[in-house]
């Protein structure tokens, strides 16, 4: 009975539904979510917590000269101060230049130069450069440091040429000026400079000068005199000749 109703009445019929499961192929972005559904943002927003503010630090509302007033100066750069102003006094060749982007490696290449010619590279802050030479008399080349920079120091002052002979083949190092023995000198009068003649060389020109000198004094004192004497050397020659024939007639 119950199979002729199933045939006469297929929907009465029992069956089971078929299960599919479907995996989320897309992939979640926890930095930049999807953004919700208007309502639901609405909630978010109006659930949303409100924190008190904290309270300002007064150190904010102060000036930047109150704040570095208040800072400590650090004893650290008081050391290289000392040692800047150490090199200052006993080089009798003080170089100042001006670095261009370099490689480490190029620096450390011309560093190893110099230093075998006894020529040392150095380089300090601007800060440092201010306080080892602030109420000295080196305070006039305190405008050569605005910029990055480079020092070259150096016990012997006609390394000048060798300096320059090693730097010129390095162009991001521009020469600015310097220091020879305690003069502030320019890029021109230290070129100058260096095509001078050594110290022995200097002084063999001016003794070689002071005896021309001194000869030309004794020639012109003695022009007179010499003269003089030809003059009558040439008067005794003709008399002596005139009294020959006189005897000879």
């Known amino acids: 009975m119950a199979s002729l109703i199933q045939k006469s009445l297929p929907l009465t019929k029992t069956s089971t539904p078929a299960l599919q499961f479907l995996r989320f192929r897309g992939k979640i972005n926890i930095q930049r979510p999807k953004e919700p559904h208007y309502e639901r943002a609405r909630v978010i927003a ?16 102060k000036t930047r000269e109150e704040r570095t007033q208040q800072q400590l100066e650090n004893p650290y ?16 060749l003080v170089a100042v230049f001006h670095l261009n982007s370099i490689t480490a490696d190029e620096i450390f290449r011309v560093r190893v130069q110099l230093h075998k010619q006894n020529l040392h590279l ?23 440091f605005h910029s990055n920079h480079c020092i ?26 310097g220091i020879v023995e305690d003069t502030l000198v320019s890029r021109n ?48 020659k003709k008399k002596a000749a005139a009294e020959s024939t006189e005897e000879s007639k």
Request: glycine content about 4%; some cysteine.
């Open 46 to 61: 109006v659930t949303h917590p409100k924190y008190p503010e904290p309270h300002k630090a007064k150190s904010c509302f």
């Open 77 to 92: 750069n008081e050391i290289i101060a000392r040692e800047v102003r150490n090199w200052l006094d006993h080089s009798r």
């Open 122 to 144: 150095k380089s300090y802050g601007s800060k440092i450069i201010a306080q080892a030479v602030k109420g000295t008399r080196y305070e006039a080349i305190l405008p050569l």
């Open 152 to 177: 070259v120091f150096s016990p012997d002052q006609q390394r000048t040429a060798t300096l320059l002979r090693i730097t010129r083949k390095v162009p991001q190092m521009v020469l600015l000026g």
């Open 189 to 236: 009068q230290l070129v100058a400079y260096a095509q001078m003649p050594g110290l022995q060389a200097a002084q063999a020109q001016l003794v070689q000068t002071l005896n021309q000198a001194s000869g030309h004094l004794v020639q012109q004192l003695q022009a007179h005199q010499n003269s003089f004497v030809q003059v009558l050397d040439v008067h005794a």
